[in-house]
């Protein structure tokens, strides 16, 4: 765990009679009041400034408003139902792109002031430790429309998605923007009428009023902030049913349909193998997003994972590729949206088992040796580490970059790190670790301490040594039956497209 730095509470005044005590208990609340207001963070390593002490949350309920114009602000009221963990004057949320109309606290009005990207909200009442509470926002929701956002709305040529990773949903929402945090979400979206809005979970609800459309999504299992997801354009969506009658549903550019349905159709058939490879589909609903939009990546939100529309169409990627990455997202939805990673420095434990069923699945489909990749990998690992750390230990971003974690070393480094593991306890203990390692985390957040240990009581070994030297070691330890492998000294990121 994090560590968590508690926000300074001040101690109720004592019920006593008498002018002069009344006064003080009066000056105590005003200087509680005037103390100035500053953002809070849970003391994650990579992201200190992210989620926020002192309560838990238990769901979203969101509502945007989207006027037809991408590049204007939207409309919104973001209400939180949270738990206090303590007694609370005040409490931070994540918030940093949008302007706030007002706060009400339990239905009353409350004070705010914005403290870096936080939005810092005091009560007229101090919160109950172990207590209930509701947060109701009035804001706007800006699309981003400069450079040097990593992030939020993000604008496509018929309207808007969301890319919130990794610390990016503040942009869009208020909330306690941390993946250890996860709630259930409800969203709302009204939208004019010419528009088809998708959103996380299944639809319960569309109300037409003149010239707009209000669509009603709910996730049946709680979700990380980072994978919120809400596509508004000119889409259809595409419905068919996946392994035990799973809704499966795409959502594509209307104009692009029919040259996308190959690709769409692929989709029951990757979930079935993923389900072979560790058990049953974690969620409701999944499809994939196709965006008219330029990122430069693919993203795991959940139930509907973003893909550049481009991808599909350009004729420069070869099919296995295409495929392999639309597993590696698909791979996402157990490890990294129903598996979460407790902190930052634990997203080996989403990429590095993404980038392992992609790699699987592009051997057993494509032809192309898993081996073969990881002898490459292990080449340009001593480099990666040099240039990003270890897999579990990745280095901070850049100021500015904050997208930055997302290097090779989590990637190909982390999946070398699980070739390493089945090269050391065997293929069959290893495939009984991930499916146990999804069964038991399941809609809950785990540490790369859970994985070491889990690992180690199913091969019947201490591995402690074992995942020192792979997840945190500066060098490459030799790799299990491959003596002969040898690691460069410097290495280059990898090339081309980026899968989160």
């Known amino acids: 765990m994090p560590h968590i730095v508690r926000p300074r509470a001040q101690r109720r005044p004592l019920r006593r009679r008498g002018a002069v005590l009344l006064a003080s208990a009066v000056s105590v609340c005003l200087l509680a009041a005037a103390a100035p207001a500053e953002p809070l963070g849970i003391g994650d390593r990579l992201y200190p400034e992210l989620g926020n002490p002192g309560y838990d949350v238990a769901s979203y309920d969101l509502s945007f408003t989207y006027s037809g114009r991408n590049d204007k602000p939207l409309e919104a009221v973001t209400t939180i139902e949270a738990r206090t963990s303590e007694a609370l004057d005040r409490l931070n949320l994540d918030f940093a792109h949008g302007t706030v109309r007002s706060v009400e606290v339990d239905g009353r009005p409350a004070a705010f002031e914005q403290a870096g990207e936080d939005l810092v909200v005091t009560p007229d009442h101090r919160l109950p430790g172990r207590g209930w509470t509701r947060i109701t926002v009035r804001h706007t929701s800006d699309p981003v429309t400069g450079e040097d956002q990593d992030g939020g709305w993000v604008r496509t040529a018929d309207g808007l998605v969301m890319a919130n990773q990794a610390n990016a949903a503040h942009l869009v929402f208020p909330c306690n923007d941390h993946p250890s945090d996860k709630a259930m979400f409800t969203i709302h979206v009204t939208a004019p009428n010419a528009y088809t809005v998708v959103a996380n979970g299944l639809p319960t609800g569309r109300d037409k009023a003149g010239d707009g459309t209000t669509w009603t999504y709910r996730t049946e299992h709680p979700m990380a902030t980072e994978l919120a997801q809400v596509s508004i354009g000119h889409s259809t969506v595409v419905r068919r049913e996946g392994p035990h009658g799973m809704p499966v549903r795409d959502v594509v550019p209307t104009a692009d349909r ?78 990294g949206d129903s598996v979460s990673p407790r902190t930052w420095s634990d997203v080996w434990l989403n990429e590095g088992h993404a980038t392992w069923y992609e ?122 039956g491959h003596p002969d492998w040898k690691s460069r000294p410097a290495g280059d990121a990898a090339k081309g497209r980026t899968a989160g």
């Open 359 to 480: 790699s699987l699945y592009a051997e057993e489909k494509g032809d192309r040796p898993m081996e073969t990749r990881m002898k490459a990998a292990y080449g340009a690992s001593d480099g990666w580490r040099a240039a990003g750390g270890p897999p579990a230990l990745p280095k901070e971003p850049a100021p500015g970059q904050k997208i930055g974690i997302f290097r090779p070393n989590i990637y190909d480094g982390a999946a070398l790190a699980l070739y390493a593991l089945r090269e050391e306890i065997g293929p069959r203990a290893f495939e009984r670790l991930e499916r146990l390692w999804v069964k038991r985390y399941r809609d809950s957040t785990a540490t790369t301490g859970n994985f070491v240990r889990l690992a180690s009581a199913v091969s019947g070994r201490n591995l402690d040594v074992f995942f020192r030297d792979w997840l945190y070691g500066e060098k490459t330890p030799p790799m299990p």
């Open 258 to 335: 029919a040259a996308l349905e190959p690709w769409l159709a692929r989709t029951p058939d990757q979930v079935a193998w993923m389900e072979g490879k560790v058990g049953p589909f974690p969620f409701e609903t999944y499809g994939v997003l196709m965006a008219r939009a330029s990122t430069g990546f693919e993203l795991e939100t959940q139930t509907l994972s973003l893909f550049e529309k481009d991808l599909f169409t350009e004729p420069g990627y070869p099919k296995w590729y295409i495929e392999s990455i639309m597993v590696h997202e698909l791979s996402h939805q157990w490890f």
